[in-house]
């Protein structure tokens, strides 16, 4: 099986690119694509740098990575409750290619935060929209107080109850 996961974040110091990167780990057999949305940077999405420049490359290249995929992992950092500029504009750039970008993988979403809410608000909101966008989520996870649960040196979850919940998430992918 081949797993694309990465981050919707742009923070090259991301806990979310630490947690998505120890969750897709999980996954024995797998082939794991773990990407960074950095190298898929566009300019702001807008109709009209649509009609004038046509879709970027970048947007191209992202949806066939998914397309190669059999399964995808995302962790969402949670920007006043929302995605970050930086996901959301390569989503809307891809999804104008394709309103399917997810293409009905079945998908782990994961959302984690330094605070006790682990960015349950964008989690939320991205599960909700998911069936939209070809996205089958089989489990989503929000992981709070992050820096309690992680230990950052061993980079692995230290928490006993999240580890068997993300184990029991990526079991749903097969």
Do not use: C
């Not at 099986?1 to 806990?15: D, G, P, T, W």
């Not at 024995?28 to 990407?35: P, W």
């Not at 947007?59 to 969402?76: C, E, G, P, R, T």
Request: hydrophobic share 40%; net charge negative.
């Amino acid at each position: 099986m081949k797993v694309l996961a990465f981050a919707a974040s742009s923070s090259r110091s991301s806990i979310n690119k630490s947690l998505v990167t120890y969750t897709a780990n999980l996954i024995e057999d797998a082939q794991v694509d773990l990407i960074d949305i950095n190298d898929y940077e566009m300019p702001i999405y807008s109709s009209d740098r649509e009609n004038e420049s046509g879709i970027p490359q970048l947007a191209h290249d992202f949806l066939n990575k998914i397309k190669q995929a059999d399964a995808v992992m995302i962790s969402f950092a949670e920007h006043n409750g929302s995605y970050t500029a930086a996901y959301k504009n390569l989503f809307d750039w891809t999804s104008r290619i394709d309103m399917k970008v997810y293409q009905d993988k079945p998908a782990v979403l994961l959302a984690t935060s330094p605070g006790p809410g682990g960015a349950a608000t964008v989690l939320a909101a991205a599960k909700g929209s998911a069936p939209y966008f070809g996205l089958d989520v089989k489990a989503d996870l929000s992981v709070g107080k992050f820096y309690d649960q992680f230990d950052m040196e061993k980079s692995e979850i230290n928490n006993i109850e999240i580890k068997d919940k993300l184990m029991t998430a990526v079991s749903l992918l097969k």
